[in-house]
């Protein structure tokens, strides 16, 4: 059972946007490392977007300037905004978070591979 909850996604027109919302059990309030994630059949989970242990954002280069990433601690939800769409947008995306740790050197870094994920979201873009 995921312990993350997606709502949003759908069908787009290209150049049309969407809207992907995650509720996590307190992962944003305990500054969780947060992503999102998109797979398409036969295809590897690809990260697009991340919220990293140092409070950056990060996106794949195949979305930058059209995906924004954002949270609010309050509701302990993440969202993905995805603006100007495009057809090979098209794949089940997949809201992810992960316990920071710190180590020998007292730097922090994201648990890898991610530890809790939400259940999917199919975001479908036509021409």
């Known amino acids: 059972q995921a312990q993350l909850v997606e709502s949003g996604g759908g069908s787009a027109h290209a150049g049309g946007s969407l809207r992907l919302s995650c509720v996590t059990p307190?992962?944003?309030?305990?500054?969780?490392?947060l992503a999102w994630f998109r797979q398409e059949p036969g295809r590897e989970r690809e990260e697009v977007a991340a919220?990293?242990?140092?409070?950056?954002?990060s996106y794949a280069e195949s979305v930058k300037g059209r995906f924004t990433f954002s949270r609010m601690i309050s509701t302990n939800t993440m969202y993905l905004q995805m603006n100007n769409l495009k057809p090979e947008d098209t794949a089940m995306y997949f809201c992810a978070a992960t316990p920071p740790y710190k180590d020998v050197s007292g730097a922090y870094h994201c648990s890898r591979p991610f530890r809790h994920w939400g259940q999917g979201a199919q975001v479908t873009v036509s021409t």
């Open positions: 307190g992962y944003v309030e305990l500054r969780y490392c």
């Open positions: 919220f990293n242990v140092d409070s950056s954002t």
